[in-house]
């Protein structure tokens, strides 16, 4: 039997276990061009809450009743479809389920050589996120600040190290001592403020006394705004997410810095996802790997076993109990 | 003698004659390096007025008992400075004054072939500001819809009919329906959005059919709020001003579409301003005078006759009054 995540009702705050229902039936079979997977890996992602609101993103809102949407990865059991064979490891936008028959070409066959996790973290959407938004939109030059909101988040932790090897002063925000602590020891972080202590905008100006060149914004809310008093002239904002607001029952209003500050200071705010980069997938993930393997990259990843439990870490997620990237081992 | 307008007091709303007061004082001499400048027309511009903020923008603010800062056109009355000669026509930051003493590297001598209106509007700051964020920040295809606000205005005006040149629809928001009639009759504005005639959402919406790929901002406020629901993927938001919060005595929330949709639509929002492109301007100008001359552009002066009546003049730009580029003619 097939095991799949329904969502039960649109949360309108906080998502919780509460908002999903399991359902079972059985798996299918493949036909021509198809292919039956397997999932081994769920990747839980800021974006998975932001596809439940009403109002659509860049791909539709998940419905209630309809199964939760979710990249994932897998084996492939049973093959219709040229190119693929039983035993491949695949990924894409398997959903919440322990099995899938989907078509071939809405996967991606990756590399064994790779361990899964780093293929669903660095060497994956995560670290392609981190790579392509920080190089091709944050375009950082060595000497420069970079600030990165969530920095011990799957992107954050990665935008940091990767600005790093760039030869960039990094400054990272998260919530809490431990993590920030693991940002400036383990990941090589010049500075980190934990924004839940309070006067975010002092600790930020203290940790930034050259101001900040590049933003690499996860978060919106509070560190956005400050962060755009902090930026220096024809400075760069990176919008990759929305984290402090994915969750709001009312939306905060936006940045009062928007737009004199963008006029005043020259800067530049643009928003990407990774898919506009897709071509340049291959290069990007063979830096990546050539990264991690020297060393320069560390991976971190936080993981949960078990498909039953992937409702409440979605939900602790957003309650920020992860380090770096977070999947359900299914 | 000569005559000054000093900021009196800081304004802390709306700006008027109560916060300036006339001075006189002997009119000076040049020493080597400088000329002395008889002021002829001078530009009213919204961007006197957050000048006047205490927050600095771009430059230093203006100070209460400090001369009025101000971009102005005159003529050389006496030259110490080589390669400026009585006669000449210079322009530069000469500020609220009818004479000025001022080393002539800070002036610009411009072409008497030229009206010096046209060189203070269309072929000066106005015309430069309009041509380059448009064409160098918003980048406009032919056939793309490009919306701009305070379209009736100085920049507004000018950008509109660039947007024209290029193959573009084009879409302007003006305060009144005369305005609008202006920009859809004699400027070639395929629609005009009369924003205070209410519903400034659905008007806009209608004058788009399309969506909105360049938005030209002058104004921020409820009409960029808008234009980012209007923007289509991958739309650029050109930062150019202000003018809904400048005389505001407590600013307004930013945009609440800031950063969601930036990442949604991938919208790339940038502010500039004219200097930066300092090192293109003969170009520029000389494509703008060709334009002028082909009659693909049209000029729009606003000339308020008398020094006298620079700050009632100043307080009238944000009433509204003036279409396309406000002048005392000194």
Request: charged share 20%; net charge positive; with cysteine.
């Given at each position: ?134 190089l091709d939109v944050g375009m950082p030059k060595a000497g420069e600040t970079v ?117 005043v200071k020259r800067l530049r705010m643009e928003g990407f996802i990774v898919m ?55």
């Amino acid at each position: 039997m097939n095991r799949q995540w329904i969502l039960k009702e649109r949360p309108t705050g906080m998502v919780g276990p509460q908002h999903f229902e399991l359902r079972t039936s059985p798996v299918g079979t493949p036909a021509a061009g198809e292919v039956l997977v397997r999932t081994t890996l769920l990747s839980l992602d800021p974006a998975n809450r932001a596809w439940m609101a009403p109002s659509p993103t860049y791909k539709a809102p998940v419905l209630p009743g309809e199964m939760m949407h979710g990249f994932a990865m897998g084996e492939v059991l049973e093959s219709k479809a040229e190119g693929f064979a039983k035993g491949d490891l695949v990924d894409g936008m398997i959903g919440w389920q322990d099995h899938a028959v989907m078509k071939a070409s809405d996967l991606t066959k990756r590399d064994r050589r790779h361990r899964p996790e780093h293929l669903m973290g660095v060497l994956g959407v995560t670290g392609l996120t981190a790579y392509h938004g920080l190089l091709d939109v944050g375009m950082p030059k060595a000497g420069e600040t970079v600030l990165v909101s969530a920095a011990a988040g799957a992107v954050g932790s990665i935008v940091g190290q990767i600005a790093k090897i760039k030869g960039c002063r990094v400054v990272g925000t998260a919530g809490g001592p431990e993590k920030c602590a693991w940002l400036t020891r383990d990941l090589g972080f010049d500075a980190a403020v934990d924004y839940k202590a309070g006067n975010v905008r002092r600790a930020l100006r203290e940790a930034c006394p050259n101001g900040v060149d590049v933003y690499f914004d996860n978060t919106g809310g509070e560190v956005l705004n400050v962060a755009l008093f902090l930026m220096n002239l024809k400075g760069r904002v990176v919008c990759c997410g929305n984290l402090s607001q994915y969750n709001a029952e009312k939306p905060e209003p936006g940045p009062a810095a928007v737009p004199g500050l963008l006029v005043v200071k020259r800067l530049r705010m643009e928003g990407f996802i990774v898919m506009d980069f897709a071509d340049q997938q291959a290069k990007a993930v063979a830096e990546l790997a050539g990264w991690l393997a020297a060393g320069k990259i560390k991976a971190a990843e936080d993981i949960v076993e078990g498909f039953e439990n992937a409702p409440r870490a979605l939900a602790e997620l957003f309650q920020g109990r992860n380090r770096g990237k977070l999947l359900v081992r299914v």
